[in-house]
């Protein structure tokens, strides 16, 4: 068992380079499996959720070639199965992407349902809407869904979501872009990912519009062929660097980032005192570590992302004054982490969908454990935060979606180091 061990009370200093987005590779990956042709896709951040995806499809028969720097050459042109490894499908979330994918080029797909981070519950009866709206028969038992032409065959269709789901609306999309006539999401998501989602199936020759509004629309085309993109530059992990320093205090230049992406993160950790400097395509930001309270409530983008909740509630228990969380989104989110930010002095009183924040200032070490993916991270910027040594357990969730941190961390000054027991 592996553990990452923390020597907190650093500042933060340097350079740190993001990688691209875990939430956009994990939806380009299953979406080549439309493409018949080589698709090459760069800045492919090198983390586990990504390497369980790249096994699934090769074992469905995809030449799969990892280059260095985050480039990925795919190859689904000769794919000899619609049904993808079960096991390896329930480590993670996102393997639900190859229901419409597979849907969408072979018109059937046996698929488990997805495993990933359990932070809630999150049910999949808008992916499944959308196929039923597509024309599919849909089956499911407790472990399965199988999809299969309707008595009227696959066609686009117009599908309005019940819930802003980003999952739904990418799965649909997919789904869509090789199927005859026109499909229009009503009340899509907006998130950046979902942006460049539809630039990759477009770079390979889908027809898709509206993708960044909440109205996206879908002509179905014959055939996808290769080429080439490159992933959007992840802007969780990019906010998960600039809440650390907001709250341990430091000088670092975040590069490799869309701005506008971060708007609404800069915003918040500006009003909690932190000095940020946007550039082009980098962000730099300047703190003392001595934050003001705020509030803040997670939306869908452009709103404050529900994968920042944790992290901004590390920056809140070191902040003066009481602060207020609200999450929108998955409501039993803070069950997560904020009994162990508990055990390292942090003052947090839960009602309903919101956090109460009591600032304390400091934080103390802890042996403590991450129950999912951004949770962990938030530990992690406890523990550079506290005074005296952290341990955290259960680092393969870390692992899930933040590509070389501790490298990256070092780098900046952090104390943090493996331990392998
Ligand atoms: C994705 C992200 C996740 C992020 C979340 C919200 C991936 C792999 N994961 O998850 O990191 O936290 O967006 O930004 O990209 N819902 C339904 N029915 C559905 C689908 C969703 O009721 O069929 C509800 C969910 O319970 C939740 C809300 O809609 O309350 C949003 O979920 P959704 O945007 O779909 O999240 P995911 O795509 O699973």
Redesign the pocket.
Known sequence: MARYEINGGNRLEGTVTISGAK?AA?AILPAALLVEGKCRVENVPDISDVRILLDILSDLGAQVEVEPDGVVVLDCTNIRSTHPNPELVRQM??SYYLMGALLSRFHKANVALPGGCNF????????IKGFVALGADVEETEDYVNLTPGPYGLQGNRVSLD??????TMNIIMAACLLPGQTVIENA?K?PHIVDLANFLNTMGAHISGAGTDTVKIRGVEKLVGGTYAIIPDQIEAGTYMAAVAAAGGNVLVQNVIPKHMDCITSKLQEMGARIINYDDSIRIISEGKLKHTTVKTR?YPGF???MQAQICVCMTVAQGISRLTES??ETRFFGYCTELASMGADILINGKTAIVSGRGDLTGADVRAHDLRAGAALVIAGLVAKGITRIDNIHFIERGYERMIEKLTSLGVDIKVIEE
């Open positions: 939430n994990v979330r996102a809630a519950s999150r049910p999949i009866d808008q992916h819930v802003v789901s980003v999952g739904a998501a998130e869908p992302p529900t994968d989104v998955y």
